[in-house]
């Protein structure tokens, strides 16, 4: 395999990790403002009931980081998501050829993220139930990781490549 290839590879694979990152983090916040504004509502309404209790006035008791259990699980998923692939992208760029590890990682984890999504979407979770919405987002995420699993099974296809034509020279 071609060198420059390679090493366009690298930049392309590390390119689509930090727009996943980045995406992910946007995720993370537009769910918090998302469950905060339901919360709002819900709180209003609530008022405008005469309770004046918020947990009686949104319905829930458990609470991570102020939010409901499902958006708290939800932006606590996407805020791990989206600190993972950023570092694991800049290992890349730093050791592009000598270390097969970060390419590895890439591919578990945005085929576990593929997979939980799918799962999401298709079957009732605990805690987060039957997911029915896909944004844009949703699918631009998922677009550059199905990139970052095949640009990275290139480039360890490509490793594998160097290390033959190393061992016959």
């Known amino acids: 395999m071609n060198k420059n290839s390679t090493r366009i590879a690298v930049y392309m694979v590390v390119l ?4 996943t990152g980045i995406i992910y983090f946007v995720a993370a916040t537009q769910e918090v ?24 006035a949104t319905g829930t008791t458990a609470q991570i980081m102020g939010l409901p ?3 708290g699980l939800q932006t606590t998923l ?9 570092p694991v992208g800049l290992w890349m760029l730093e050791t592009k050829h000598r270390n097969k ?6 591919i578990a984890g ?4 593929i997979l939980l ?25 998922k677009i550059l990781q199905g990139g970052i699993i095949a640009g990275s099974a290139y480039l360890l296809l490509s490793f594998r490549q160097q290390i033959k034509s190393t061992a016959t020279a």
Do not use: K
């Open 33 to 56: 403002n998302d469950a905060s504004a339901i919360a709002q509502t819900e709180t209003n309404e609530g008022n405008q009931a005469g309770e004046h209790d918020s947990d009686e």
């Open 78 to 86: 996407f805020a791990i998501s989206g600190a993972g692939y950023v």
């Open 117 to 141: 999504y799918v799962a999401s979407r298709t079957i009732s979770l605990p805690i987060v139930g039957l997911q029915d919405d896909v944004g844009s987002i949703d699918i631009l995420s």
């Open 101 to 106: 590890t970060p390419y590895i990682i890439a």
């Open 110 to 113: 945005s085929l576990s993220l």
């Open 69 to 71: 259990l499902d958006a």
């Open 16 to 19: 689509s990790m930090m727009a």
